[in-house]
């Protein structure tokens, strides 16, 4: 079984900075693309940042220029460093993860809890 925890999300003001982690854990055999995904009340999850594990990296436009999103391959972690915070990013924030786990073939989608991010204006 996978594991993904995230941890980094609280209440910041408007102009402010956050940096959310992610780490997987458990039977982690490989990981192809790692991302960041929010969901705010009443609307779907979005698309915030991925990354392959080849260093390629993807952002939606409303965070381009504002949010960072880095590995480290050595340690299963995603990081997402978001910068100049604005109300409208206030969501719940998802980690994802394609694993390829030690007892399958193919890469299969996980995610974490989530961690609530909130910006005050």
């Known amino acids: 079984q996978v594991q993904l925890v995230e941890s980094g999300g609280g209440l910041v003001q408007a102009g402010g900075s956050l940096r959310l982690s992610c780490a997987a854990s458990g039977s982690v055999g490989s990981i192809a693309a790692m991302g960041w995904y929010r969901q705010a009340p009443g609307k779907q999850r979005d698309l915030v940042a991925t990354s392959t594990s080849a260093g390629s990296t993807n952002y939606a436009d409303s965070v381009k220029g504002r949010f960072t999103i880095s590995r480290d391959n050595a340690k299963n972690t995603v990081y997402l460093q978001m910068n100049s915070l604005k109300p409208e990013d206030t969501a719940v924030y998802y980690c994802?993860?394609?694993?390829?786990?030690?007892?399958?073939?193919?890469?299969?989608?996980?995610w974490g809890q989530g961690t609530q991010v909130t910006v005050s204006s």
């Open positions: 994802n993860a394609y694993v390829r786990t030690y007892s399958s073939g193919s890469y299969y989608p996980y």
